[in-house]
């Protein structure tokens, strides 16, 4: 059986976001509004190293 870690991580991440952001960066969580933020299916993203463009399966974005 094949586990799907990606897509667990990203449901880890979308149900404890809030947390994660005030464990690991204190400063940042003060200054975000945790009743406005949306989580996007997609993104279109850019290999800085190898200007190649790709997508993501898993973003926010402030509402």
Do not use: N, Q, W, Y
């Amino acid at each position: 059986m094949e586990i799907d870690h990606d897509r667990l991580f990203k449901t880890l991440l979308r149900t404890f976001f809030k947390e994660f952001i005030e464990l690991f960066f204190p400063e940042v969580a003060e200054a975000l509004d945790f009743e406005h933020v949306a989580f996007l299916s997609e993104e279109v993203v850019t290999d800085l190293t190898g200007a190649r463009k790709g997508e993501s399966t898993c973003s926010s974005r402030r509402g």
